[in-house]
Nanobody, 123 residues
Framework: QEQLVESGGGLVQAGGSLRLSCAAS????????IGWFRQAPGKEREFVAA????????NYADSVKGRFTISRDNAKNTVYLQMNSLKPVDTAVYCC????????????????WGQGTQVTVSS
């Protein structure tokens, strides 16, 4: 069973950058698709980005395309979310999640979840 732990959140000014990390325990991490989701206060959880097990394929929400980059290092059992040009609307709790096989944008298709890390972007 995979366990996921996020880190790297914090407070940043609009236009700034943060890099989130999702560290996984478990021997089968490299076989899983990893997705990032976020949930702002009073809003539903939404898809941000996902990366295939090999790292060759990625998928992004339109709202973050060109600003966020997802990557992974299977040797370190870690997936990263580089967030640039941050906006106040990016403020949310960011969670990573894992699923087998193919990329997906629905949270209901992910089996394992981390606890999340808070990202706050001030204007």
């Amino acid at each position: 069973q995979e366990q996921l732990v996020e880190s790297g959140g914090g407070l940043v000014q609009a236009g700034g950058s943060l890099r989130l990390s999702c560290a996984a325990s478990g021997r089968t991490f490299s076989r899983y698709v990893i997705g990032w989701f976020r949930q702002a206060p009073g809003k539903e959880r939404e898809f941000v980005a996902a990366i295939s097990w090999s790292g060759d394929s990625t998928n992004y929400a339109d709202s973050v395309k060109g600003r966020f980059t997802i990557s992974r290092d299977n040797a370190k059992n870690t997936v990263y979310l580089q967030m640039n040009s941050l906006k106040p609307v990016d403020t949310a709790v960011y969670c990573c999640a894992a699923r087998p096989f193919y990329l997906a944008q629905s949270e209901f298709e992910y089996n394992y979840w981390g606890q999340g890390t808070q990202v706050t972007v001030s204007s």
